[in-house]
């Protein structure tokens, strides 16, 4: 099984700031099956990034995936008040899916 | 547009059964990979399993094998979640996710159900 640990748990901003947020896999991931949700309280989670760095239908380009092998990364450039939320990396490219434990991004 | 429209919260005792369901709309339901999601409280996300409503050909997270059962009924677009015997352990929410391509197993999930939330206590 593949382990994703992400860092940090919680990260507190200000809204305009830039917000970088770290998954890293205990072994190498295809950057072909790695991905990024998104997750305000009492909602589903929803997809921002596939695939590494391919957003998903309707997510602005503030929002943007980076990496490879066992390190990856979700930036988001300028923060907007909607983007407080937690977020959760996956990767899929394995029998056994598995995702992270989450970031919650705050408000600073 | 696509929805996924799930059944409402339960509240059961452990061990008793319980079946909760998925109803997919606005896309060729038989064809995409249905997954199951479940979130335990205050806790991240952990995958239980696909399952194909074209034939019902099923994939398990080992971690749920055997705790419980996924089935389809293609004929009026809904997949379920079921326990036989419920533990307080299964309290959760419990998500339905579709997946993006049509006939291909994946476990990227581009459109979620609302969620239903099992409580299991006595």
């Known amino acids: 099984e593949i382990v994703l640990t992400q860092s940090p748990g919680t990260l507190s901003l200000s809204p305009g700031e830039r917000a970088t947020l770290s998954c890293r896999a205990s072994?190498?991931?295809?950057?072909?099956?790695f991905a990024w949700y998104q997750q305000k309280p009492g909602q589903p989670p929803r997809l921002l990034i596939y695939g590494t760095s391919n957003r998903a239908t309707g997510i602005p380009d503030r929002f943007s995936g980076s990496g490879s092998g066992t390190d990856f990364t979700l930036t988001i450039s300028r923060l907007e008040p909607e983007d407080f939320a937690v977020y959760s990396c996956q990767q899929y490219g394995t029998s056994l899916h598995t995702f992270g434990q989450g970031t919650k991004l705050e408000i600073k | 547009e696509v929805q996924l429209v799930q059944s409402g919260a339960e509240v059961k005792k452990p061990g008793e059964s319980l079946k909760i369901s998925c109803q997919g709309s606005g896309y060729s339901f038989s064809t995409y990979w249905i997954g199951w999601v479940r979130q335990m409280p205050g806790r991240g996300l952990e995958w239980v399993g696909l399952i194909y409503p074209g034939d019902s050909t099923t994939r398990y997270n080992p971690s749920f094998q055997g705790q419980v059962i996924m089935s389809a009924d293609r004929s009026i677009n809904t997949a379920y979640l079921q326990w036989s015997s419920l533990k307080a352990s299964d309290t959760a929410i419990y998500y339905c996710?579709?997946?993006?391509?049509?006939?291909?197993?994946?476990?990227?999930?581009?459109?979620w159900g609302q969620g239903t939330l099992v409580t299991v206590s006595s």
């Open positions: 072994q190498s991931v295809s950057t072909t099956y």
């Open positions: 996710a579709k997946t993006p391509e049509q006939w291909l197993i994946s476990g990227l999930f581009e459109s």
